[in-house]
């Protein structure tokens, strides 16, 4: 397994992921599926701040940073993105790449690092707080998909 900058060749494997995540889960709250051109985008845009999992060229996962809020005062403050493949879990993937991407952002000069959770993600509140993230806000039910409305969670990482 290889943690690593992703390339817009990643993009079909990540695309894979996410849409999996978007159309069966409520891990995400959107219903807008991620393209291979938007994708591919996002990575060159982001350079390291886009990180994969991949191992025999498969891609396992990823994690992604982005500003928080736009505007010259936010800019020492980054969000991410991470997801795994059913494939990827339960191997230390995550972790890995969690600490490649918060090592990319505190060389970019970030001082935290956001994650929205999803309230019905337990596994995704569990996960960060054993990484060193602290819930530091509940925002009821401003998601909604399948039908029902949902909590968003903000945990914070200080870098």
């Not at 943690?3 to 409520?26: H, L, M, Y």
């Not at 701040?49 to 500003?67: I, K, M, N, Y």
């Amino acid at each position: 397994m290889t943690v690593r900058p992703a390339t817009a060749q990643d993009a079909p494997g990540v695309a894979e992921i996410w849409n999996a995540v978007i159309r069966d889960t409520a891990v995400t709250f959107t219903t807008l599926e991620k393209t291979v051109p938007g994708l591919r985008a996002d990575i060159a845009a982001r350079g390291g701040g886009f990180v994969v999992a991949e191992e025999g060229g498969q891609v396992l996962g990823f994690a992604t940073c982005f500003p928080f809020r736009g505007g010259p005062g936010y800019a020492r403050t980054l969000e991410h993105s991470i997801l795994l493949a059913p494939a990827g879990q339960g191997r230390g993937l995550g972790r890995a790449l969690m600490t490649q991407l918060c090592d990319h952002a505190r060389g970019q000069g970030a001082h935290s690092l956001w994650a929205g959770v999803s309230g019905e993600n337990p596994a995704g509140l569990e996960f960060h707080a054993r990484i060193g993230f602290a819930e530091v806000a509940r925002l009821r039910e401003v998601g909604f998909k399948f039908g029902r409305w949902m909590d968003l969670v903000l945990m914070q990482k200080f870098l």
